[in-house]
Each structure stands twice: as structure tokens, then as C-alpha cells.
């Protein structure tokens, strides 16, 4: 039934709402650090790791599809092509962040006498960047300019063992996904019930393979479902209903509804449970929008698309665009009424991201990504992340 997809409808809008997440959460956090007018305080503008793990739920289900696809095409996995796709695809952007973030920028911030102070020096954090453990620079130097890159790491050592094991262990695939999302929770457990350390505790936190063990446990199933998704009652409109009130509510609300009921703290503040959850609801909210013919959510405009063909720029540039942004326009922001600030200033920041990712994907990230197609193999290309 859904062994041979070509595209998924509709994921590249939600990539892009992921991405835009995370862009209205580090824009409210610089406000917040400039002493702007800020709406930090709102549940909306304090999603950055809502979005980061739908990104990792939806790598997950992706990466498992395309190499369940490969094997029942060739009977083989080609870890030699998987590697090199995801080397053109993440490393080019990835580095480049790297070196504006840890050589360029220190240089610009000193010579122009910029009000910011760079937390690490380049000997400090480029061996974690090198061998993509940026989560490390988070935790050991706090909030910095490249603090979204944190979540590239986590894919690359999830990509690193992922296709060798599914190529070794096929036959078992879905006891080692089972295997990977319970020894997480398990770690995880020890976090928060255990005195662990600061340092175990927010390393364990960042590492979402469980995320990644969900988006792929849901690529196998839908794999190997001979019925359509439409038939199953869990995509039947009243659940549809339900699962979209319980994500939209969080998104927008979660703080507020925490702070008046307690049934709404339980569900959306309990260690483990919650964020399971949540990420459960993300895989069910991806086979929904691209496999449900009856979902009353579909996102399929050309508009929505082209945002999320450029989402891994918005995501990789947006911190750096509104630290410009703020930088330059701190004095003019400040003369504003609030609204009209907030208005002006998400014009700016949006319109300047999506113009940078653009350029970015159309003049430096296709280069490799030509490149890219002659490791993969013809039914792939419409499908991969």
C-alpha cells in the first residue's frame, strides 16, 4: 500500500512551521537580552524545542522510510551513498555557520565595537564542532549566536550508527527502535529521578534519539500498513479533532493552561510523559497531513512548499539575521509604540531570513546538492530530507 511513496504532501509546510517555531523563540530571547519590548512571557514565542523536535521526528520517519524503500528495491543498504547524501546535504551550511560563528563574527563584534560578548573562544568549542557535539557548547558556555546548530549534531551521531544498524539488523528493525526509544526513556529517567549532574542532565536531553525512534517507528508502520491510513479510526476526523486541538493548544497556550489547571500541568509539564507525548502526536501529526486523504488539514499550497524547500537555511541563519537586525536597529525599534515595533520588527527578521535562505540554497547549497543526486538512487530524490 505505501511501499513505494515518491512525496509526501504537506511536509514541507510543516518543516517550515517548525523552523518559524524556533525563529519567533530566539527573536523574543535577543529582544529580551537588548532590552527591547518583548513577548517572551507568551507560550507561542517559547516553542524552540517544540519545533527542533518535530524536526526530529520527522529525520526519523523520513531516513527509516527511504531505507526500508532501498532495501526492498535492492535488497541492500549502500551505507557508502547514505553517508555522502547526508554529507552534501547538512555539512556545507553546517561549517560554513561554523566558521562565521567562531572566526568572522568574534573579528566584526571586536572591530565594530558591537554590545555583545562571545561566550567561548575558537580553540574552546571547534573540536565539539568538528565532530558535530555543538550540544556541548550549549551546555558548557550558555545562549550564543550558534546555538541552533546544537540539533545538527544530534542528527549526524543518530545518522552515523542508524544506517549500519538497519543495514545489520533489518530483520530486527522493529525490536531496535523499540529498543532505542525505551533505553533513552530509561536514561532519561535517571535524569530526573536520580542526582545525575547538571551536566548528564542537559547532554541526555538534548540527545532526542528517542524523537528520532518515533518518526521511525511510524515510517515502519505505515510501510508495512496494507490498509489505507483513512481507514484506521486513529485518523477518523473526531481523533483528527482531537490530536489537532491537543497540539494547537500547546503551542499556543501551554504555559497559560499549565498555570490555571492542574490536569493541564500533568499532561503538558510531566518529565517524560509529556515530551512522549507530544512526540507521539508529531508522527501521528506527519502520517496525517501526507498519507490522509480525509484530513481536514492539508497544506499543499506552492507557498508553503518553497518556505520549507528553504527551511534548513531559516533555521541555520535566523539567529545571526536577528542579531543584525537588533544590533542595527535597536535605537529606531525603541522610539516605537510596542505593537508598531513588533510589527516592524518580524517584517524585517522574516523577510531578511527567507531572502538569505534563498539565496543560500540557490547559489551555495545546490552546488552540493548536485552532487548529492548521484548518490541516490532515482525513486528517492522526491522523498528525502
Known sequence: MYKDIK????????????????????????RLKYHLFNLKHYSLFNNG????????????????????????????ISIRNFYVRRILRI?????????????????????????????YHFTQVFGYYLFFMPFMVNVLFGHHLLEPLWSIGVEELFYLTWAPAFKLFKKYLFEII????????????????????????EVIAALQ???????????????????????????????????YLFIFSYVLF??????????????????????VCMMLSFCWLIVNIALNEQSIVKLRSKQLSFLGEISYGIYMYHMLVVFAVVVVGTKV????????STIVFYIVITTATILVSY???????????????????????????
Request: hydrophobic letters at 55%; a positive charge; proline letters at 4%.
Open 7 to 30: 512525496y509526501f504532501n504537506g511536509l514541507n509546510a510543516l518543516r517550515f512551521f517548525a523552523a518559524f517555531l524556533v525563529v519567533l523563540h530566539h527573536a523574543e530571547q535577543i
Open 254 to 275: 501551554w504555559k497559560e493552561l499549565s498555570a490555571i489547571s492542574a490536569v493541564f500541568k500533568i499532561l503538558w509539564t510531566t518529565p517524560i510523559v509529556s515530551s
Open 359 to 385: 539565496l543560500s540554497k540557490r547559489f551555495f547549497e545546490e552546488r552540493f546538492l548536485k552532487l548529492k543526486a548521484k548518490y541516490e538512487k532515482p525513486q528517492h530524490r522526491s522523498v528525502e530530507l
Open 209 to 243: 534519539f528517542e524523537a528520532m525512534g518515533i518518526g521511525g517507528l511510524g515510517a515502519y508502520i505505515v510501510f508495512n500498513r496494507k490498509k489505507t491510513i483513512s481507514d484506521s479510526i486513529l485518523f477518523s476526523k473526531p481523533v483528527q479533532l482531537f490530536f
Open 91 to 119: 555539512w556545507p551550511l553546517y561549517f560554513m555557520l561554523v566558521g562565521i560563528g567562531t572566526l568572522a563574527l568574534p573579528f566584526l563584534i571586536t572591530m565594530m565595537h558591537i554590545n555583545y560578548v562571545m561566550p
Open 333 to 340: 525599534l525603541n522610539k516605537l509604540n510596542p505593537a508598531v
Open 178 to 201: 523499540i529498543f532505542i526509544i525505551a533505553l533513552k526513556i530509561m536514561l532519561s529517567a535517571f535524569a530526573v529521578f536520580c542526582v545525575m549532574g547538571k551536566t548528564y542532565n
Open 49 to 76: 524545542g517544540v519545533g527542533v523536535t518535530f524536526f526530529f521526528v520527522l529525520s526519523g520517519f523520513l531516513i527509516t522510510y527511504l531505507l526500508l524503500k532501498e532495501n526492498r528495491t535492492y535488497n541492500d
